[in-house]
């Protein structure tokens, strides 16, 4: 892999390696692809619900919510968001996740921090729980 394949973006402190093909566009909120090396830890799905199987009002509560659940499992296998290199998103509405994707910005940061892993986004008709209007899968490699 030649170096102009893999780019470290200054402002981004990760320990793993933005992969941006020289020319393209940089992606706003995700990479295009991430090199990484060490101990993986994989999350499963995360809805936006509590310990208590309660959800909160809204999209952007539920992700900022879907979000914490992930930082808790990653905490429990020795991984942090910044270890982070991918995310699947599912939303059971596309149109709600753009209309809220001003807010999502900074839930997003508060809680991942400025680690934007490779993303795919997905519109489903529904998820197994009723009350989830989303769902997140990561994958994080501990150096």
């Excluded at 973006?9 to 990479?31: I, M, S």
């Excluded at 942090?80 to 599912?90: G, L």
């Excluded at 991942?112 to 990561?138: H, K, S, Y």
């Amino acid at each position: 892999m030649s170096e102009n394949q893999i780019r470290k973006f200054p402002e981004r402190t990760a320990a793993h390696n933005v992969l941006q093909p020289a020319g393209w566009p940089r992606p706003k909120g995700y990479a295009n692809g991430i090199r990484a090396r060490g101990d993986m830890v994989f999350v499963g799905g995360m809805i936006g619900w509590d310990e208590y199987e309660r959800f909160p009002q809204g999209f952007t509560a539920q992700a900022r919510q879907a979000l914490k659940n992930i930082a808790a499992v990653l905490a429990e296998g020795g991984a942090r968001p910044e270890h982070v290199v991918r995310m699947t998103w599912y939303v059971r509405d596309m149109d709600e996740y753009l209309a809220a994707r001003a807010e999502l910005g900074p839930v997003y940061r508060e809680i991942m921090g400025d680690n934007f892993p490779a993303m795919t986004l997905v519109a489903v008709t529904r998820l197994v729980e009723p009350g989830a209007l989303l769902e997140i899968e990561a994958t994080a490699v501990v150096p």
